[in-house]
């Protein structure tokens, strides 16, 4: 079983946190935008992602900009803005590799537990 996990954070910590339905089978702009509409007091600033097809379609883009949300590009291997991929999954996914779960919200109760460690130990 596998189980998608969008998270977002700034410099004083995790802002939110959610994982793709069941049956979604992957983050389309749909979903996507749903994430910002239920994100939308914690970046109403700033918000900086990867240039994802459902991150930068116009229905997206056109949310983003109607909420007054500068959407800052990803910088490919810039030191300044590391890529969360390099960063924050391994730490997320080491603890859990090779652990068998039975059902799907066991899963996500490790990975938030998980997440809550990295949030102690980083933030």
Known sequence: M???LTVFFDCRGVVHHEFLPQ??????KEYYLQVMRNLREA?????HHDNAPAHTSLLVCDF????????MPLLLYSQIWPPVSLFLFPKLKRPIKGRRYATIDKIKTASKEELNKIKKMIF
Do not use: P
């Open 2 to 4: 596998k189980v998608l």
């Open 43 to 47: 970046i109403r600033r700033l918000l």
């Open 23 to 28: 049956g979604t089978g992957t983050v389309n």
């Open 64 to 71: 983003l900009a109607k909420n007054n949300t500068l959407m």
